[in-house]
T-cell receptor
Framework: QKEVEQNSGPLSVPEGAIASLNCTYSDRGSQSFFWYRQYSGKSPELIMSIYSNGDKEDGRFTAQLNKASQYVSLLIRDSQPSDSATYLCAVRVTGANNLFFGTGTRLTVIP | GAGVSQSPSNKVTEKGKDVELRCDPISGHTALYWYRQSLGQGLEFLIYFQGNSAPDKSGLPSDRFSAERTGGSVSTLTIQRTQQEDSAVYLC?????????????FGDGTRLSIL
């Protein structure tokens, strides 16, 4: 069983719509959760971090964490073509020094 | 300030050769991580350095892989006797310290191709 699971997509949304990206994790004691954006051929870029249950908003991005259900999601409001990328969910698992990454969800925003 | 710097950006070498990949973390960051990303795969942890502590080598796939970090700053990842399955993008990340809440910031990676 993988530590972090994401739907690989591709997920296509029209410009201006809300994109919803989901991630589940297996370690109930996980402490920290991150969303990275990765453009093709580029390195992962941190866009959101969340540590406690609930919602965290930053501009057009909202991260949602539900530890009881072991999922974390990312909402992108007013999606733009420039948001087209692969979104990686990363989890800091209890007792580990590294992040565990999902394989990413590829998002395409259609103009 | 400058981000995480990695060199070379691309490396093509023949099977069986040794390669060295370099990472210069963000100034002041004490924690340094190496990951690799194969085509269509998630990031795979390799090794972690924190200050002067012994490194966490739990992710290294074989004894052909080694890494060192000199002076608490620059790190070098060495792959000996390269194999074709070593072809991947090798990513270095750093953070202020190794705590669970610290976000990791990535360099642009080294794309390694083994012929």
């Amino acid at each position: 069983q993988k530590e972090v699971e994401q739907n690989s997509g591709p997920l296509s949304v029209p410009e201006g719509a809300i994109a919803s990206l989901n991630c589940t994790y297996s370690d109930r004691g996980s402490q920290s959760f991150f969303w990275y954006r990765q453009y093709s051929g580029k390195s992962p870029e941190l866009i959101m971090s969340i540590y406690s249950n609930g919602d965290k908003e930053d501009g057009r991005f909202t991260a949602q964490l539900n530890k009881a259900s072991q999922y974390v999601s990312l909402l992108i409001r007013d999606s733009q073509p420039s948001d087209s990328a692969t979104y990686l969910c990363a989890v800091r698992v209890t007792g580990a020094n590294n992040l565990f990454f999902g394989t990413g969800t590829r998002l395409t925003v259609i103009p | 300030g400058a981000g995480v710097s990695q060199s070379p950006s691309n490396k093509v070498t023949e099977k069986g050769k040794d390669v060295e990949l370099r990472c210069d973390p963000i100034s002041g960051h004490t924690a340094l991580y190496w990951y690799r990303q194969s085509l269509g795969q998630g990031l795979e942890f390799l090794i972690y350095f924190q200050g002067n502590s012994a490194p966490d080598k739990s992710g290294l796939p074989s004894d052909r892989f080694s890494a060192e970090r000199t002076g608490g700053s620059v790190s070098t990842l060495t792959i000996q006797r390269t194999q074709q399955e070593d072809s991947a993008v090798y990513l270095c990340a750093s953070s202020w310290e190794g705590g669970a809440g610290q976000p990791q910031h990535f360099g642009d990676g080294t794309r390694l191709s083994i012929l």
